[in-house]
């Protein structure tokens, strides 16, 4: 667990950095009901302990051509540290790689991968199948965004 205390108001504090992170100061205090100097302390807390890993712009996939979001399934009957080390470096080195993670249960990694099409999907697959030997790799391509957010619930 974490030994990072938040009170209420850092709570307020990384709720409303979650929405804009742009969000000035001044206003960001008048939110959370402070003054400007002790909430600037605040923020730069929660940054010193890790708590705000960092800030960043997020993009419309759409409007950038990279409508087709895939999660491939992957197992694999190697699970010694250097197999692992290799396939970790060579998935996660491939930019259409937005979220890589280890699993329990029959699957042994999912990967969300964005890409524009089933033919860049094809190429992107043949780069990942190239990484280290693979079992099983299975895709399932998203046919609705419901929901999307990058929030933590606090």
Known sequence: MSDVLLDPI?????????????????????????SQTPCWKRV????DEGVIERRVALLAREKLDLGLVVFVSIKTSHHDETWIAAFAKGAA????????YRMAGETDYLLKVVVSDIAAYDRFYKRL??????????????MEQIKFTTALPL
């Open 93 to 100: 080195a491939l930019p259409e790689v937005v979220e890589f």
């Open 129 to 142: 199948i190239a990484t280290a030997p693979l079992n099983d790799v299975s895709s399932a391509f998203a």
């Open 10 to 34: 850092d709570r307020r504090i990384l709720r409303e950095l979650q929405a804009d992170a742009t969000i000035p100061v001044a206003e960001l205090a008048e939110r959370v009901g402070l």
């Open 44 to 47: 730069k807390r929660l940054t």
